[in-house]
């Protein structure tokens, strides 16, 4: 899964369907799980860490599994004594894609009748997706470029799989630092901001944090602006070095 997707379509997803504050939190809680897991199609989660982490009783835990599960939103199978239940988390933006296809067959039949509520509903959602919630997740005042990869192709990376390779375990707190840097300054500089936190060894969020957050004061608003920053300051650092006898 990827799970900027999945969170944005649970939001636009939340927008055309009725889900309790319980079952949403759990929602979170159990892909932030899956994500620990290590995006394993099946995962086991006790309900004693949910507890923990989500500070649900067990009668409201039980009424949020069970909402998830008619909304087909998971999987679940009780756990047997010594292990813990087994989930699966349905892709909410595979849903989500199949309904807009479902929307555009229906108008291209005219079907009308007793689903014309719910047809409009999907085309409401589906306007509003393409004018609306791309815009927002394209990183603000960020113009067309080139964007670099060591093949020189497309960047592809996912940032929360980057961050768990080379950091370690992607907890709640650090995915949302990294959601709101993407927001910020674009996913591609993010993950360049973590890659050079890792060649510096500074393998901790705070680290990465101190790196974007120059990047972010200095203005730097593409990949070429970071690089040609860089540069000029290993540039900076040489002649003082030199200045000062270090060679």
């Not at 899964?1 to 979170?28: C, D, P, Q, T, V």
């Not at 067990?58 to 909304?71: D, F, M, P, V």
């Not at 087909?72 to 699966?88: E, F």
Request: contains cysteine.
């Amino acid at each position: 899964m990827n799970y900027i997707k999945e969170l944005n379509a649970f939001r636009n997803w939340l927008l055309l369907h009725k889900l309790s504050s319980g079952s949403i939190l759990l929602w979170h809680t159990l892909m932030s799980i899956n994500n620990m897991a290590g995006w394993e199609v099946e995962f086991n989660a006790s309900n004693t860490v949910i507890y923990q982490l989500t500070g649900l009783t067990k009668n409201k835990l039980i009424t949020a599994r069970r909402q998830l599960q008619e909304h087909d939103l998971i999987i679940y199978h009780k756990g047997n004594k010594g292990k813990a239940p087994v989930y699966q988390m349905v892709s909410v933006h595979e849903k989500m894609n199949q309904m807009m296809g479902r929307s555009q067959d229906q108008s291209e039949e005219q079907y009308l009748a007793p689903n014309a509520n719910l047809f409009e509903a999907k085309n409401k959602y589906q306007f509003w997706i393409q004018s609306g919630t791309e815009k927002q997740n394209k990183p603000k005042h960020k113009p067309k470029q080139k964007q670099i990869s060591s093949s020189g192709s497309h960047v592809t990376e996912n940032q929360f799989e980057d961050y768990r390779k080379n950091i370690g375990i992607l907890r709640p707190a650090a995915r949302d630092v990294i959601i709101t840097w993407c927001r910020e300054l674009g996913d591609e500089i993010m993950i360049a901001g973590m890659k050079l936190a890792v060649k510096k060894g500074g393998v901790t969020l705070s680290y990465i944090e101190e790196i974007l957050k120059e990047w972010a004061s200095a203005g730097l608003k593409t990949l070429d602006e970071v690089s040609a920053y860089e540069k000029q300051k290993a540039e900076k650092k040489r002649n003082f070095q030199v200045e000062a006898g270090c060679f």
